[in-house]
């Protein structure tokens, strides 16, 4: 399983970015598949989760800026974030709800994790 982020950056307050999540070596279309920040001395926080059946989910401080997608056809997962917050700067990761022998892993808690992209926001 492999999960590779791109897209991340800095931008000031205001502004958009859009991150990418290349998904090989699993069955992408199976699973769960989720977006998750982490800022240093924190837990991850989950922004927003996408079932394989394409039912989102997000957190309170991110709706109706955030929007998570799915292309099933590339194997990829997207986040498109608008009106970005300095308080959404943190490390964002892609994480997918897959076992280790690939079982469906419920509530979309993920497993497999990839390597983060940065995203800074200035005010």
């Known amino acids: 399983v492999q999960l590779v982020e791109s897209g991340g950056g800095s931008v000031q307050a205001g502004g958009s970015l859009k991150l990418s999540c290349a998904a090989s070596?699993?069955?992408?279309?199976?699973?769960?598949m989720g977006w998750f920040r982490q800022v240093p001395g924190m837990e991850h926080e989950r922004v927003a989760t996408i079932e394989s059946d394409g039912i989102t989910s997000y957190a309170d401080s991110v709706k109706g800026r955030f929007t998570i997608s799915r292309d099933n056809a590339k194997n990829t997962l997207y986040l498109q974030m608008n009106s970005l917050e300095p308080e959404d700067t943190g490390m964002y990761y892609c994480?997918?709800?897959?076992?280790?022998?690939?079982?469906?892993?419920?509530?979309?808690?993920?497993?497999?994790w990839g390597q983060g992209t940065q995203v800074t926001v200035s005010s």
């Open positions: 994480a997918a709800a897959r076992g280790p022998s690939g079982t469906v892993v419920s509530g979309c808690v993920p497993f497999y």
């Open positions: 070596g699993f069955t992408y279309s199976s699973y769960c």
